[in-house]
């Protein structure tokens, strides 16, 4: 008669240890999942470093072609810089919202990153057409060589991401806030301030400098 008591006490314990080892699983992949987008994400930076010294140097090399001064338009770059930040701090609306479980307003905030990600994107289009019809084309010159390079490589980054908001809100209305689409979402997070960072340095160092040079 003693036995079952003891049997039933220890049987609930079983099963705990049984959830918790289950549980610290999920974190370690999820741990894992970050700790491996942070060393992507460091790679990308050195990318976009070795981009910025080719810059640095071809910056002056004109060969006889425009300047800085000449073909930068500063109060549109300036207004494409702040579409960008500001669709930075939507997106962290976006993460609040999804701490709090709010699925509806997660999805809202990322449709409105998306849209001003694809305004900045279009802006620096708009952009590019304008300096090819001046002639002011890549192959002109090795700072306009640098600077498409430079200026292309981040503008197809925040097309990758716009991308990657579209396919998070497939899978929020798939499968809403579980554990695997919020890892999604702050590794998504990280990309997209990583972008707003690189503009800042490709704002200041590429046209501001460039224009006070």
């Given at each position: 008669m003693t036995d079952?008591?003891?049997g039933d006490a220890t049987r609930p314990s079983f099963y705990l240890v049984e959830e918790d080892g289950h549980d610290h699983g999920d974190?370690?992949?999820g741990g894992g999942t970050i700790v491996g987008f942070w060393i992507y994400l460091m790679s990308d930076a050195l990318i976009f470093a070795t981009l910025f010294a080719t810059y640095g140097v071809m910056s002056t090399s004109y060969a006889g072609g425009p300047t800085p001064r000449e073909i930068f338009e500063l109060p549109l770059v300036a207004l494409n810089t702040a579409i960008l930040l500001v669709s930075s701090i939507t997106y962290g609306f976006a993460m609040i919202a999804m701490q709090e479980g709010r699925l509806n307003a997660?999805?809202?905030?990322l449709v409105v990153t998306a849209?001003?990600?694809i305004g900045f994107v279009g802006v620096e289009l708009f952009e590019f057409a304008t300096l090819a019809h001046e002639g002011a084309v890549p192959q002109r010159?090795?700072?306009l060589s640098a600077f498409f390079t430079l200026?292309?490589?981040h503008?197809?980054?925040v097309t990758a991401g716009i991308v990657w908001i579209g396919v998070m809100l497939v899978q929020l209305a798939q499968r809403g806030l579980v554990a695997e689409n919020q890892r999604r979402l702050m590794c998504l997070s990280m990309f997209w301030h990583f972008l707003d960072v690189?503009?800042?340095g490709v704002f200041t160092f590429v046209y501001l400098l460039g224009v006070v040079r």
């Open positions: 079952h008591p003891r974190d370690h992949a997660v999805r809202l905030w849209l001003l990600g010159s090795g700072f200026v292309g490589t503008g197809l980054h690189i503009w800042i």
